[in-house]
Each structure stands twice: as structure tokens, then as C-alpha cells.
């Protein structure tokens, strides 16, 4: 196993084989991992909104859906990635709050921030070929990058790769 690289909240970073992309606590946010086979280039944004253009000071493109999945997108291809290879897993969008905003829609932060994830990913056309989102707890991925295994743990529950 190569080096093991942590990705804060709020950020992204790419890799190649060897190394092990890992972002902890994520809670309404979402792990995009997205790998590419047969170059073994792999990248993961941990995302903690769905949208840029609801906020003004964006400078941080790696918090949002929309720009931090285009920009993984385009380090990948920049450091060699072929576009027709990569595929994407995601992981996270937990309803972690009960709350009442009054506005009654029903849907949650998390569940925006997977629906805008899985939406960028198809404009860009890369394929979602695993999830794991939802629910009421908090995770913590590991990214292989030599395998493309993407691992998700979680307080009291087994380890899951998906």
C-alpha cells in the first residue's frame, strides 16, 4: 500500500496507484470517489453543498457539488485520467438533523447534495456505478486507488465496500 492521503472537509485531491485517498466525518456531505482503470488514477472530493450558485462567496470550489466534482474531473484528465475509463462511487448525504425550516419540502441537505453529486456526474457523463447514501449516520471512505475499492465505515457497523 502506498501513501495514505486525507482530503478535509471542504476539499478534493487526486492519486495514483498506490495510494489511499481517505475524508472522514462525513455527514450530510458526500465523498465523490471517482476512478479511472486503467490508468489507476483516482480522486475524491468531499463535498459539503449542492450548489455554487446559491452562495456568493464561492472561492472554495471544492465545498460544492457543481464545482468540486468539475474540478476533480478536470485534475483527473489533466494528470493522465481517460474520460471514457472513470467511473464514480459516492458515499455520505446522512440526514444527520431533524429539522423544521418551515418550508415543508421534506428533502434534507444531504439527500440535495447527493441528487446535485449524481446529476454533475452525469452531465459530465462518468458512470455512478455505486452508492452508499442516506440514512442517519456519519462515515468515513477509503478510496483504493490500485483497485478502485471504495471502503465506507461507520461508528457500530461492519465495513462495507462498495
Known amino acids: 500500500m502506498g501513501q495514505i492521503i ?13 495510494d489511499v485517498l481517505t475524508t472522514i466525518g462525513l455527514g450530510s456531505c458526500i465523498g465523490i470517489a471517482i476512478y479511472d482503470s486503467s ?4 480522486g475524491l472530493a468531499h463535498i459539503m453543498l ?14 460544492f457539488a457543481d464545482t468540486g466534482i468539475q474540478k476533480l474531473y478536470d485534475d483527473m484528465i489533466k494528470a493522465g485520467a481517460n474520460k ?3 467511473v464514480a462511487k459516492i458515499a455520505g448525504g446522512a440526514k444527520m438533523f431533524e ?3 418551515g418550508s415543508g419540502d421534506g428533502i434534507n441537505i444531504g439527500e440535495k447534495n447527493a441528487i446535485a453529486s449524481k446529476n454533475k456526474l452525469k452531465e459530465l457523463g462518468i458512470r455512478l456505478v455505486a452508492e452508499d ?19 465506507i465505515k461507520a461508528v457500530g457497523k461492519d465495513v462495507k465496500e462498495i
Open 99 to 101: 429539522l423544521s425550516s
Open 50 to 63: 449542492p450548489d455554487s450558485t446559491q452562495i456568493r462567496n464561492n472561492s472554495n470550489v471544492a465545498k
Open 6 to 18: 486525507k482530503v478535509g472537509m471542504a476539499d478534493l485531491k487526486i492519486c495514483k496507484a498506490p
Open 84 to 86: 471514457s475509463k472513470m
Open 39 to 42: 490508468t489507476k488514477i483516482s
Open 133 to 151: 447514501t442516506g440514512l442517519n449516520y456519519g462515515r468515513t471512505v477509503e478510496l483504493y486507488s490500485e483497485t478502485g475499492a471504495y471502503l
